[in-house]
């Protein structure tokens, strides 16, 4: 069946980094469009990166410059590098895959941003 895994979450410093890791199993992950979202406590879940089945890649402006995504074809894994971390960035991140024939969503790991 098919399963995301997220993992490398944890509570860093402000001006801090952390890289998530989303392991991905039960489908062609080569094609499918594999994003980040995050939702914080009263807020909506909100797009942080995306990247395509093709490579290209899409970020929300409060992360452009801070955050890149990246994937690895070969082992079926996707990554968020988090630097220069904020308060604000304080979350549950959450890796979602999408093809033509499901969307699907991991259990979410928890990034807290705090001195």
């Known amino acids: 069946q098919v399963q995301l895994v997220e993992s490398g979450g944890g509570l860093v410093q402000p001006g801090g980094s952390l890289r998530l890791s989303c392991a991905c199993s039960?489908?062609?992950?080569?094609?499918?469009?594999v994003s980040w979202y995050r939702q914080a406590p009263g807020k909506e879940r909100e797009l942080v990166a995306l990247?395509?089945?093709?490579?290209?890649?899409n970020y929300a402006d409060s992360v452009k410059g801070r955050f890149t995504i990246s994937r690895d074809n070969v082992k079926k894994a996707v990554y968020l590098q988090m630097n220069s971390l904020k308060p604000e960035d304080t979350a549950v991140y959450y890796c979602?895959?999408?093809?033509?024939?499901?969307?699907?969503w991991g259990q979410g790991t928890q990034v807290t941003v705090s001195s």
């Open positions: 979602k895959a999408v093809t033509g024939s499901f969307v699907s």
């Open positions: 039960g489908f062609t992950f080569s094609n499918a469009a």
């Open positions: 990247t395509s089945a093709y490579g290209s890649t």
